[in-house]
Every structure is written in C-alpha cells, then in structure tokens.
C-alpha cells in the first residue's frame, strides 16, 4: 500500500522522467514482497540418484541439483514447452509434467517414468518392468545407430543440405555433449550469467561469460540472443509479478524499458567478440517494428562506445548482424519491413505455438492444445518461409519444434534449412535428414498442410517414417 501510493504520486507528475520513476518503486517494491514472502529453505542431502518430484520445477532447482543424480523431473505443473522441459530435454533427462497426482502419492515410491508418453506408474509388476526395460534397450540401440552417423552433414538423399544449428544456454553443461558435426549455434539464451548471481551481473562477469562461448565455437558463428526475462524465467533478485506474465512484461519490452541493463549487455557481448568476431545478436519477443528501430539505436550506441574506448575503426570492429525471432504473431505479418531494418529472423516456435493458439505454454490443464503441429502453425510456417525468401531475408527456426523428428522433417519439406536444437537432439534429427529426400518430405507436407488437425500430421510422418523403416523414432504419445 505504502509504494502504491508512492507509485501514484510520481505517475501523477508532469515531468516524464519523474514520472517514470514510478517503475522504480514498483520494482523495489516487488523485490521486498519476493524476499518477505520466500520460505526458508530445507536443508536436504541429496542421495546418488534421484527423480526430482515438486509442484512446480524451476529451472533454478534443477540448477541446484548435479546433473549426474538427476534420473527424472516429475512436475505436477507445467507444460512440455516450458523451460524446465526444454531444459530436460536438452540434458537427455525424462521429465515428466503436468502430473495429475498429489506429491505424498509418488513421495519414495518406485516409478516407471515414460517421458515419450508423459506418464508414470506407480508400483509397476514385474511384466510392465520388463516391458519397459525392452524399451530402454531399444531406446539405447537406437541411439548408438544415430550416434554412428553424427559426424555426417544434415543432407537428403536427393542433395537438399539443412544447416545444423546448437541452442545452448539454459544450463551450464548444456553444451558440452557436442559430439558429431554441427554448423554453429543457432541460439545462446543469454539468461543464464543472469540467473547465477544474486543481482544484475557486471560487464566484466557478462564479458567473460561471453567470452567463454565465443571462444569455445571461434570458427563458428554464434547468435546470442538478447536477455529474456518474464513468463517461466524469473530472476530472484528482480521479480516481476503479473496476472499473465506470458503476455506482459517480458524480452525486449522489458530491456527496452530499461535500457541500462539492454546497453550493458551489448556492451558485454561487443568487447567479448573483439577477438574472434563471430558474435551475431538476435532480440527476442518482438511485436512491432518500433522495437527493432529502438534496439537498434542502443546496439548502435553501445558499439560506438566500445569503438571509442578502444580506439578502433570501423573496419577493424564491425557491428555483428542483427536479427529477430519470429515468435509473436505479429511479428509475422511485418516481415517486410523486418527485412529492411534486420539481417535474419529465427523462428521461436514454442512461444509462436503459444501465442497463435493462445495455450499458455507452462499451463498444465490446457496442455493438450498445446501443439505445433496444429494446421494454423503450420500455415504460419509456410507462409514466414514464402516471404522471407521472397523478401530475401535468412531465416532458421530454433524453438523446440526444430530438434523434434517430425517437427524438424515438417520444416525440412516447406523449404527450411537452418534448423537449431539442443545438442542431445542432433544425431537423431541427422540421421532422418539423411535417411530421407527432399522431394518425399515436399510430398508429405503438402498433406500435412491440408490436415485437419494436428493428429493427422503427426500420423502422416508416422507413417511415412514406418514405410521406411524408421518408426523407431517416433514413440506413442511423442
Ligand atoms: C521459442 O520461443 O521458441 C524460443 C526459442 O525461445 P524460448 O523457448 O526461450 O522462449
Ligand atoms: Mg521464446
């Protein structure tokens, strides 16, 4: 109550810097809620392995947990798109959420966790044991016959090459499993030296951390996205509390809002690429041009700076390629003029699932509509793929739809070939690229594109997968 009426009175000055101030006091005023209202926490020694069952799974708990004592993440809230799940994923863990069970229910029980199908069985007899142990037999033949090919291209059997783009970031040994050939990475997600700290990280812990990442890929580009706070990834030390934080302050409206933290970061990551030059920064959650012109202005602003402190030219320092993700619908409808102010687009599929649908991406009970295999996404798909290249604008999809096997077979067929994913994905989205062709998968998306459901699809590429012997990769429930 007491910063409520702080708020009002500076929201009610004329002056527009006074009165923005406002935001300032809401801030300071959410962070002391955050911190009176968190709970103590327990002290538990954790055993060698471990399924991770709570109410809800944050990725600050899983970052909590060594990664090699997590056999499963069980949430009863959530969704499969969330971060947490994108996490699992990424690390190869199963996971399962949106359960609808009560934690003293599964509290210490033995479990059959099925990822594939997002379910779990409590007290399993000895047959369904059995039966999942085959499973887990076939699951890991499998992997050793993808992992074969890993050193291979991403190239159809008719000679359409698909780039093979890393998305890294969300955990620290996130990455560090790329084995085969890849062509760079596709999407950093840049929250992570924020999520580590207990306040806002400095330049210097930025730049290093930066550093660390161009350095590893030197010969490679790497996109770095620009920090994305709000929705399902909170910072304890500025919390945003929302009605409906998937819809509010997140991304760039956030940076945008406080250019200082945005002009750090650019700051960061431009004397982190003085050495190899191969940064390219991309900025998430755009809705309208003004957002691209204004974050332009700052990038500029940050690499003139940088430029004059170290006295370097402009040849000698050029400013990185700048580019966007598609993952608001509007976004989509602008891509004309995105091509005149950006350099490429990426399209954030998990985000443009939730927003084209209106499925809260983390919302356990309408987790079922969650699909992006949907006939309206794949509309969208096709039409982002039709302008920009007739726009002459580069575009690659790194939301989780690219790493997932039909996902990234729908994409291959419309015309895509940047596909970006997590690197425990790779191998097996490879392996399809090459044991396929480009005119098969032309044939199967121009059914898909005619389905009327998202059902239909994911039984048109079963099929098509099963005709030739690959069924394997596309488990019930998947
Ligand atoms: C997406 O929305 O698809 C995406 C890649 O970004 P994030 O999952 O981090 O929102
Ligand atoms: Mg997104």
Redesign the pocket.
């Known amino acids: 109550m007491v910063a409520e009426s702080y708020i009002a009175q500076f929201e009610a000055m004329s002056d527009s810097y006074l009165k923005e101030r406002a935001s300032d006091i809401r801030d300071v005023a959410q962070r002391l809620l955050y911190h009176i209202t968190q709970q103590v926490e327990e002290n538990h020694s954790l055993p060698e392995k471990l399924i991770l069952v709570a109410s809800e799974v944050t990725l600050s708990m899983m970052a909590s947990i060594p990664t090699d004592k997590l056999q499963g993440i069980i949430s009863i809230y959530g969704g499969g798109?969330s971060?947490v799940a994108?996490l699992a994923r990424a690390l190869g863990i199963p996971a399962v959420m949106g359960l609808s069970l009560s934690l003293s229910e599964i509290h210490k029980k033995n479990v059959i966790m099925d990822g594939y199908a997002g379910s779990v069985i409590l007290f399993p007899e000895k047959p369904l044991l059995q039966h999942y142990q085959l499973l887990l037999a076939e699951d890991n033949d499998l992997k050793k016959l993808v992992d074969s090919g890993d050193a291979k291209e991403a190239v159809t059997a008719d000679g359409y090459r698909v780039s093979i783009l890393l998305?890294t970031g969300?955990n620290e040994n996130q990455h560090a499993r790329v084995a085969g050939h890849f062509d760079g990475v596709g999407?950093y997600?840049s929250?992570l030296p924020f999520m580590l700290t207990d306040s806002f990280p400095t330049e210097q812990e930025q730049t290093d951390a930066y550093q660390r990442l161009l350095n590893e890929y030197a010969q490679f580009p790497v996109t770095m996205?620009t920090l994305?706070v709000g929705?399902d990834?909170q910072l304890s030390y500025f919390p945003i509390i929302e009605e409906n934080p998937f819809l509010g302050w997140r991304?760039i409206r956030l940076t945008l809002d406080h250019p200082e933290i945005f002009l750090v970061q650019i700051r960061a990551m431009l004397m982190a690429n003085l050495q190899h030059q191969n940064l390219r920064i991309m900025l998430?959650?755009i809705s309208a041009i003004e957002e691209v012109i204004e974050a332009k202005k700052l990038i500029n602003q940050a690499w003139q700076e940088v430029k004059t402190e170290l006295n370097l030219t402009s040849e000698a320092f050029p400013l990185p390629e700048i580019g966007v993700?598609l993952?608001v619908p509007s976004s989509i409808f602008i891509i004309p003029r995105l091509a005149q102010e950006v350099d490429f687009v990426?399209?954030?599929?998990?985000?443009?699932?939730?927003y084209l649908l209106a499925v809260d991406?983390n919302n356990s009970r309408v987790a079922g509509l969650f699909d992006s295999y949907h006939p309206a996404v794949l509309q969208a798909l096709k039409m982002i793929v039709d302008n920009c290249r007739r726009y002459d604008l580069e575009v690659g999809v790194?939301?989780?739809?690219a790493g997932d096997p039909i996902g990234a077979l729908i994409l291959v067929g419309m015309g895509y070939n940047k596909l970006?994913m997590n690197a425990n994905n790779m191998a097996k989205v490879k392996y399809l690229i090459n044991a396929t062709s480009h005119a098969e998968l032309k044939t199967c998306i121009d059914l898909a594109l005619q389905a009327n459901a998202g059902a239909d699809t994911r039984s048109i590429y079963r099929d098509y997968l099963d005709s030739k012997n690959l069924g394997g990769f596309v488990r019930a429930g998947k």
Do not use: A, F, V, Y
């Not at 790194?398 to 739809?401: H, M, P």
């Open positions: 798109s971060h994108i998305n969300l999407l997600r929250e996205r994305d929705g990834k991304g998430p959650m993700m993952e990426s399209i954030g599929s998990n985000d443009l699932t939730q991406r790194c939301g989780e739809l970006s």
